[in-house]
């Protein structure tokens, strides 16, 4: 579409150093293809379902040492994953810009003993999903 052209032309002088990853982040072709490489800047416009989010930025945090940029934070399931996802991860700092509706996670992975997200949030989050789960049976 117009966008994406538009989009190609804007990145095409920088084309060397732009991978754009046009599906979800959280696939298992996407994945394999992101944890190749690290990343200065990442930005996360996937659906706006809790889970959707929570995968991609268990995907994202781990290999991008830099900004985050998250769309649609206007939605309170898109909130939510961020701050379950960063509360009391070190290295991480939230920005929430409301005039644009996005939230920039500036990220240093360097700054935790491990690079992946620290057991006790991912058990955190696996409680999270499974609260809600049991809300919708």
Known sequence: DKYEAGFKDNIDPYKENVVVIRDNAHSFEAVKRIKERRYCFAFSDDGHEYEDHVAELLTLLPVVHGVIAVDDVYLK??????????????????????????????NDPSQRQESSVPEEIVARLQGGLNDRRAGDS
């Open 77 to 106: 399931d898109v909130r939510k994953a961020i701050r379950d996802c960063t509360d009391g991860l070190a290295g991480c700092d939230v920005q929430f810009l409301e005039n644009c509706r996005e939230a920039w996670i500036f």
